[in-house]
């Protein structure tokens, strides 16, 4: 899961912006103003029967600033990603 899901910058990020390219989601902003120190990133590559299928989950930052529940706030009643 996307640590960036629980912190404080999430609506501000950079990295976080690039994720939701990369899955196709609607962005939390449309002009991120925060550059993140150091985030690192998991690429997953599953391939499936006729597709390859990629994610990208953000699993260390050290801007990291906690605060459970930060998206879930910005987008109350919508599935939180995993």
């Known amino acids: 899961m996307c640590v960036c899901i629980h912190c404080h910058y999430v609506d501000r990020c950079l990295t976080y912006h690039a994720v939701e390219t ?18 690192s990133i998991n690429v997953n590559i599953r391939e499936q029967s006729d597709f390859i299928e990629v994610e990208w989950d953000v699993v260390g930052c050290l801007s990291f600033s906690e605060e459970k529940g930060k ?12």
């Open 22 to 39: 990369q899955h196709e989601q609607k962005h939390l902003t449309e002009r991120p103003d925060f550059e993140p120190v150091e985030p």
């Open 71 to 82: 998206w879930a706030a910005l987008r109350p009643g919508e599935l939180i990603p995993t």
